[in-house]
């Protein structure tokens, strides 16, 4: 199994650190969100999470899978409705595609308690689509929160990610642009998502308002239930490309970069994870306790 180092496991602590409670206006680097395309945010070079060492974090790798023009998120049910994804984990997401149908459908997380489907929009070099070599998910304790504050997230959560950041490898600080980065080094895509849930909802019908962000620790009381803090690294091998590509998303602009989550794990394995990783503020891959049967 791939390594989680603790590298990556810093990198999300850089982008913590300055949530807000206002979904529609959280901002790290002057720039507000856009619902939808559900843009996320640029995140300042200057938040560094000085603890981030100290929270406890597992994560897991998962490969490209596959593209396509569906959203089942955003468009369930309407194939060819959305700009094209890349999928990572679930190999056969698509429009229709429902969060039960994960527990039995392939998966390529390299865990066995990861069933859960990634989807990003496609990187484009001189608009012709890059193929990312892979994603690394990270789960951890939010910032400044207690550990034994964290539950695990409910199988079916939805999650659109409300923070970005570009780094090229072995650099910890997030860039609000996409940087260009020397050979042959790789280009990563970082995006968190929300840590707070409603305790009841799956879903809702804006994408956003069953989901919530910590703010120095706590969770607003609409949403007081505290899940990991998930980011997503997207890894790109752009050691071939010229200097001079022009570089886009299939949503449009670099800017409207973005990810989507609907999680399904093990709910024994996450749990085992949350108590040996989180609440004993380790840094740590997979522990395996726990084999998952279809």
Known sequence: MTRITLAYCLLIGALAGCGSQDQANLSLAGQPTVKHQHLSLGVSESVIDPDSGRRGSFGVVCPFSHRNEDDPIMYPDQPGASHQHD??????????????????MPNLCKSMGDLSAYWAPT??????????????VYLRTPTEAEPSQVVAPPNGLELISVRSG?????????????????SPSTTRLILEYPDC???????????????????HGKCPSSHDTMIPQMATELRYELKNYAPDTEYSLSSGELNTVHGDAILFWDQEVMKKEIR???????????????????
């Open 87 to 104: 999928y990572f984990g679930a190999t056969s997401v698509a429009a229709a595609t429902k969060w039960k149908s994960l527990k039995n």
């Open 276 to 294: 040996s990783c989180l609440m004993r503020r380790v840094n740590c891959d997979l522990t395996w306790f726990t084999s998952i049967q279809g």
């Open 197 to 215: 849930w409603d305790g009841k909802h799956l879903s809702s019908s804006d994408h956003f308002s069953h989901v919530a962000v910590s703010v």
């Open 123 to 136: 990187l484009q070099a001189n608009l012709l689509d890059v193929t990312p070599t892979e994603m690394a």
């Open 166 to 182: 570009w780094t090229c490898a072995r650099t910890d600080t997030p860039q609000v642009t996409m940087p260009s980065c020397p």
